[in-house]
């Protein structure tokens, strides 16, 4: 695979796509985590920030590689692919992310999220269209805004 975003990383088969994601994190390069990305793809972050171009998708990535995300293992867990037709699909994956920094320094304790892939098949293999990444907050439903976002189980009221 390649380093920089106009280079052409091949992923030849969609349930291969989180890996592909997993080995270009760890390269601390977001140029190359774009380079997974169409020219006119869109990211939506944990937090919903929502990057609209590859270029905005590599300076995003590549800050936080080389920052809070400098130390970090991403671990891909179970993934699901649906195809929609020949040349589209859907992967689902369950990251395990550890290594985090805080901002104090500190290390944060590990997190779980969940990474939605809209792939499209190009000449040169799979390439996201977009992406939304969630947190995974063990047993809480929705999120309640109290003048601090937070998550909430409604079930045990």
Known sequence: MGRRADAVLT??????????????????????????????????NVTGLWWRNRAAIAKAHDYALKSFFAETVLKPGTITTRTLGDDHAVVHCRF???????????????????LVFVLRRTDTGWHAVTAQNTDVV????????TGTLGAVDYRNT
Not at 21 to 40: C, M, T, V, Y
Request: charged share 25%; net charge negative.
């Open 96 to 114: 395990h992310l550890s290594g985090q920094t805080a901002p104090d320094g500190s290390a944060a304790g590990d997190r779980k999220t969940i």
């Open 11 to 44: 992923v030849t088969n969609p349930a291969d796509f989180p890996h592909a994601f997993a080995e270009a994190w760890h390269s601390r390069d977001g140029h190359r985590i774009a380079a997974l990305f169409a020219e006119d793809a869109d990211f939506v």
């Open 138 to 145: 063990p047993g809480k439903e929705t999120h309640l805004n």
